[in-house]
């Protein structure tokens, strides 16, 4: 049974870090696309980050591209997602997902077969 667990949301000041943890079980890295979501009310689910392990290749969107950096531990079977330089638009509930097959370059919620609770973060200005 695959399960994904978040942690490490939080409050922070506009321009402070917060590191996301997404400790999962019953699969294999290598075997799947690895991505982080995150939604506010009223909005669809976007993806902001995403890494296919099998080939290191990786995926930002432009909202946070240079400030996001999407990481695996393989022996720890942890994601992480370190995000820099925060600013109130990254407040969101966010959510660490896996997909069997995924396009990095067009992250849909659709593709992705296991969905974490998610972690609440939010940036106060």
């Known amino acids: 049974q695959v399960q994904l667990v978040e942690s490490g949301g939080g409050s922070v000041q506009a321009g402070g870090s917060l590191r996301l943890s997404c400790a999962t079980s019953g699969l294999t890295y290598d075997g799947y696309c690895m991505a982080w979501f995150r939604q506010t009310p009223g909005k669809e689910r976007e993806g902001v980050a995403a890494?296919?392990?099998?080939?290191?290749?990786?995926y930002y969107a432009d909202s946070v591209k240079g400030r996001f950096t999407i990481a695996q531990d393989n022996a720890e079977n942890t994601l992480y997602l370190q995000m820099n330089s925060l600013e109130p638009e990254d407040s969101a509930m966010y959510y660490c997902?896996?997909?069997?097959?995924?396009?990095?370059?067009?992250?849909?919620?659709?593709?992705?077969?296991?969905w974490g609770q998610g972690t609440q973060v939010t940036v106060s200005s």
């Open positions: 997902a896996a997909a069997r097959v995924c396009m990095l370059s067009r992250l849909r919620t659709r593709d992705f077969n296991y």
């Open positions: 890494i296919r392990p099998a080939t290191g290749s990786q």
